[in-house]
């Protein structure tokens, strides 16, 4: 499989780029990944890069987007934090990635069995992690309030929700860009047992 062009690139919709996420992860649940050349894609890439896609995912170690999507070198930018929350550096890095880099979709990815999530549930305090958690709370309160208790996996697809949420109050370019049809702004959830991602529907 080759690495994106400018001109395969400019000619992927939206739509197109979510179904090549889709298909990327079937090939990785099934454990049958594209045959690449890497260290080709190191040299083709040092010219330049032209990534279709922008993941925001969680800094577990079991869930490195480029494999679970079974993407190579130059095809995404990987943006990690713990528990996949938003803040003002995160925005820019999408924003650089969407509207100067021209990538036509945006997936904000949860897991089961978050570390970060649990702990937020847990209401754990320790140093900044205690200021990091604090940005997942709303999640765990909007799922306690619907369900009167706390459910980890159900706070981790509400805190995807409102990550998403945050990325189109806060960030009025990349709002603008799907209002226009120039990306996809979606959520999904990562599944740990069994390598499977699973997209929102709205």
Same mark, same amino acid.
């Given at each position: 499989?080759?690495?994106?062009?400018?001109?395969?690139?400019?000619?992927?919709?939206?739509?197109?780029?979510?179904?090549?996420?889709?298909?990327?992860?079937?090939?990785?649940?099934?454990?049958?990944?594209?045959?690449?050349?890497?260290?080709?894609?190191?040299?083709?890439?040092?010219?330049?890069?032209?990534?279709?896609?922008?993941?925001?995912?969680?800094?577990?170690?079991?869930?490195?987007?480029?494999?679970?999507?079974?993407?190579?070198?130059?095809?995404?930018?990987?943006?990690?934090?713990?528990?996949?929350?938003?803040?003002?550096?995160? *925005?820019?890095?999408?924003?650089? =990635?969407? +509207?100067?880099? &021209?990538? $036509?979709?945006?997936? %904000?990815?949860?897991?089961?069995?978050?570390?970060?999530?649990?702990?937020?549930?847990?209401?754990?305090?320790?140093?900044?992690?205690?200021?990091? *958690?604090?940005?997942?709370?709303? =999640?765990? +309160?909007?799922? &306690?309030? $619907?369900?009167?208790? %706390?459910?980890?996996?159900?706070?981790?697809?509400?805190?995807?929700?409102?990550?998403?949420?945050?990325?189109?109050?806060?960030?009025?370019?990349?709002?603008?860009?799907?209002?226009?049809?120039?990306?996809?702004?979606?959520?999904?959830?990562?599944? %740990?047992?069994?390598?499977?991602?699973?997209?929102?529907?709205?």
């Amino acid at each position: 499989m080759k690495t994106h062009t400018k001109l395969t690139q400019e000619n992927l919709t939206p739509k197109d780029a979510h179904s090549i996420l889709v298909k990327g992860n079937e090939r990785f649940v099934q454990n049958v990944k594209a045959q690449r050349d890497l260290k080709n894609q190191v040299l083709e890439t040092s010219k330049g890069q032209y990534p279709f896609a922008v993941i925001l995912s969680c800094i577990d170690s079991r869930v490195p987007a480029e494999l679970v999507f079974d993407q190579g070198i130059g095809d995404v930018f990987s943006v990690r934090i713990a528990g996949n929350v938003v803040n003002k550096d995160i *925005l820019g890095s999408m924003e650089y =990635a969407c +509207k100067v880099a &021209k990538s $036509k979709i945006v997936v %904000v990815m949860g897991h089961t069995k978050c570390g970060a999530v649990t702990a937020a549930c847990d209401n754990v305090e320790l140093g900044n992690i205690t200021h990091l *958690l604090e940005k997942i709370k709303p =999640a765990v +309160k909007s799922v &306690k309030a $619907k369900d009167g208790k %706390v459910d980890v996996e159900k706070v981790a697809i509400e805190n995807v929700k409102i990550s998403i949420e945050q990325i189109l109050k806060d960030s009025p370019i990349l709002k603008e860009m799907e209002d226009n049809n120039e990306i996809e702004i979606v959520g999904a959830l990562y599944d %740990v047992s069994n390598g499977k991602v699973e997209f929102f529907v709205d």
